[in-house]
């Protein structure tokens, strides 16, 4: 017995109304019984397709996260400001400076 088949079969005993000898040899019951196990598949179908968005959405936000890692962003969301060139030029005339002293 599947897990599918061992869940309908709790859903199905849990809806189960105390029935008398009478009662159970009605032609009343057996749609209760469709009825219970319809209503879980439809529930087992949700759930699937819940699932289904959700690993979407994960995949989704993984390539966020590779992208912000690989496009430099330090882990507070800030980008790491690039030097001019004029900035490169005096940080080398200073560290010369520094070395001939």
Not at 23 to 30: C, I, L, M, R, T
Not at 61 to 80: D, I, N, P
Not at 89 to 101: C, S
């Amino acid at each position: 017995m599947t897990e599918l088949e061992k869940k309908a079969d709790e859903i199905k005993e849990a809806r189960k109304e105390p029935e008398t000898a009478a009662a159970s040899k009605e032609v009343g019951d057996k749609p209760k019984e469709t009825s219970g196990i319809e209503q879980f598949h439809t529930d087992v179908e949700r759930m699937e397709k819940a699932n289904i968005k959700k690993e979407e959405l994960l995949n989704q936000e993984e390539k966020l996260v590779s992208a912000r890692m690989l496009s430099g962003r330090a882990e507070a969301g800030q980008t790491a400001v690039e030097k001019t060139q004029d900035e490169k030029d005096q940080e080398t005339a200073d560290a010369m400076v520094k070395n001939f002293q």
